[in-house]
């Protein structure tokens, strides 16, 4: 379960966006990348989560080519700094979304999010539309949709 | 200060309330008149100034033959017309504005605002440029004079006002919702049913209002490319001139036609407000 990246190269017009990036990251640990302001860290994290497309170099997880499982099925979680809710659905629907998307059956998707719901404090929100919630609530159900999720890596920004 | 500020705002919303209002009032009005309460000076309050009639009302519903103009099935027409326009346009072109808001498009030196701008373009050009191209085209697949003929028409005319207001309101849609999206399992398609368009209702909506009101009171090519089969209402109701001006059953026709926009108008009203995006980013 160890994802390797292996001289990834990302190029704009004049400057590079990411030059030559290699690393490996193993299950279960925690990394962290630290840099000036335009260093490249959220070019890094969408090109990992599949949103960016490296010019050249690879990315391997668990011994297979990562670059050619689309973003959608690379189960790679991101919370962004500005922390996204999806505005037309309702707080249980927005934890409950990933879920649905990857087919979990509705029973179970109800038990997840419930669980996770009562472990973040959210009881009682369910319904309530996100423009409804406060800042500190948005990111509570924005991190909670992806803590009951078991995705494969976690990037945040 | 805050008296007069408030007394101010009063006055204004009053005085632009009549001036909107004004109009109808006066073509209510005139719609119960008859010739001689028409002509024979300014008259307003009916059973005081003058003796209501519904003359007016009924030249619409008579046929031809009867000395009437039966707008009922030019009515119809209309609202199937401008319906379906309205729907193929937004649809088209809020795919199209969802392309050209999210993806590069580059074709030598054009790219995605010179795109955008050719769409508008289309707008920007007088309708009689495009009135002889278009007959020659309807007459060659034989749709002249038909419904089919003028929907196609119309979609031409008002996917430009769809494709233009739906790419300003894309840009507007942080592009970090669509990311969020395909990170939660979304492939592009999905992402954009199941959550960009949900939160782009009030875009379409916008869109489609301007999609009806451009294509309910286009007179031009209603005119043009049609002759006896088919009828549009604003053709309709300019068939009811004749040497003596009816202003009685004018002013009918006038409110009969506006009656739909104004009913959609309160429809839609409610979407404009809501299912806003300020709860996406916080």
Not at chain 2, 47 to 68: C, K, M, N, Y
Request: net charge neutral; charged share 15%.
């Amino acid at each position: 379960m160890t994802l390797i990246a292996s001289n990834l190269t990302t190029k704009g017009k004049e400057e590079f966006f990411l030059n030559d990036i290699s690393f490996e990251m193993s299950p279960g640990k925690i990394y962290t990348i630290i840099g000036r302001t335009l260093s490249g860290k959220t070019t890094l994290l969408k090109t990992i989560a599949g949103l960016i497309a490296q010019d050249s170099g690879t990315l391997s997880f668990n011994g297979n080519n990562f670059d050619v499982i689309p973003v959608w099925k690379r189960q790679v979680a991101m919370v962004y700094q500005q922390f996204i809710n999806y505005p037309h659905l309702n707080v249980f629907e927005n934890i409950a979304f990933p879920l649905k998307q990857r087919k979990v059956d509705l029973a179970e998707i109800k038990n997840r999010v419930q669980q996770a719901i009562e472990q973040v404090g959210l009881e009682g929100f369910e319904e309530r539309k996100i423009q409804a919630l406060s800042g500190g609530t948005t990111t509570t159900c924005c991190t909670c949709k992806i803590s009951c999720e078991k995705r494969k890596y976690f990037t945040t920004r | 200060m805050g008296t007069f500020y408030v007394t101010l705002k009063y006055t204004a919303v009053t005085l632009w309330s009549m001036f909107v209002i004004a109009p109808f009032l006066w073509a209510l009005s005139t719609s119960f008149k008859d010739f001689n309460s028409v002509t024979s000076g300014a008259t307003y309050i009916p059973w005081v100034d003058f003796e209501p009639t519904l003359e007016g009302w009924r030249v619409l519903l008579r046929s031809p033959a009867q000395g009437g103009v039966n707008i009922v099935e030019p009515y119809i027409n209309s609202i199937f017309v401008t319906c379906l326009a309205s729907f193929i346009s937004i649809l088209l072109g809020t795919l199209a504005a969802y392309a050209l808001s999210r993806y590069t498009f580059k074709a030598g030196f054009i790219k995605n605002d010179d795109i955008t701008f050719f769409f508008i373009s289309q707008r920007i050009m007088p309708p009689v440029v495009l009135a002889i191209p278009f007959f020659i085209m309807l007459g060659k697949l034989g749709l002249l004079d038909t419904l089919l003929g003028l929907v196609m028409v119309y979609v031409v005319l008002l996917m430009p006002i769809a494709v233009w207001i739906m790419v300003d309101f894309f840009n507007k849609v942080p592009i970090e919702i669509d990311e969020t999206a395909l990170i939660d399992g979304c492939n592009p398609i999905q992402a954009f049913f199941k959550v960009v368009l949900p939160n782009s209702i009030p875009g379409m909506v916008v869109a489609g209002l301007f999609c009806m009101i451009f294509g309910w009171t286009d007179f031009f090519f209603a005119f043009i490319l049609t002759f006896t089969e088919v009828q549009l209402l604003p053709v309709a109701i300019v068939s009811l001139n004749s040497s003596i001006t009816p202003w009685w059953s004018l002013s009918a026709a006038a409110l009969v036609s506006v009656a739909p926009l104004i009913v959609v108008a309160f429809i839609v009203e409610r979407y404009l407000s809501k299912g806003n995006l300020s709860g996406a980013l916080k």
